[in-house]
Nanobody, 126 residues
Framework: QVQLVESGGGSVQAGGSLRLSCAQF????????MGWFRQTPGKEREGVAL????????VYADSVKGRFTISQDNAKNTLYLQMNSLKPEDTAMYYC???????????????????WGQGTQVTVSS
């Protein structure tokens, strides 16, 4: 089991930036991928960005391509999401998630991961 703790959320004006962090605790050996997801009230959780622990290009939702960057610092066991040029529609609760299954990583947009953080709120005002 992996414990995930997000931080870095907050309120920002449109066009601004935030960096989310996700600290990982427990046995992270064997994790196949990690991702950021977001959810607004009344909507399903959606995938924002994904990174494979074994390397390769990250994957991004079309809505955040060119604005968000996902990265992992293995020395610090921390996942990051750098968010630039924020828009009001980026307002949501953001969750960090980790998965051991290669199959579930491949279908990451289904948000069917086994390990989740508690979430951090991001609010973007116009």
């Amino acid at each position: 089991q992996v414990q995930l703790v997000e931080s870095g959320g907050g309120s920002v004006q449109a066009g601004g930036s935030l960096r989310l962090s996700c600290a990982q605790f427990g046995n992270t050996y064997g994790l196949n991928c990690m991702g950021w997801f977001r959810q607004t009230p009344g909507k399903e959780r959606e995938g924002v960005a994904l990174i494979y622990t074994g390397g390769g290009n990250p994957v991004y939702a079309d809505s955040v391509k060119g604005r968000f960057t996902i990265s992992q610092d293995n020395a610090k066991n921390t996942l990051y999401l750098q968010m630039n040029s924020l828009k009001p529609e980026d307002t949501a609760m953001y969750y960090c998630a980790a998965e051991f299954s290669r199959l579930r990583c491949g279908y990451w947009y289904r948000a069917d991961f086994g390990n989740w953080g508690q979430g951090t709120q991001v609010t973007v005002s116009s």
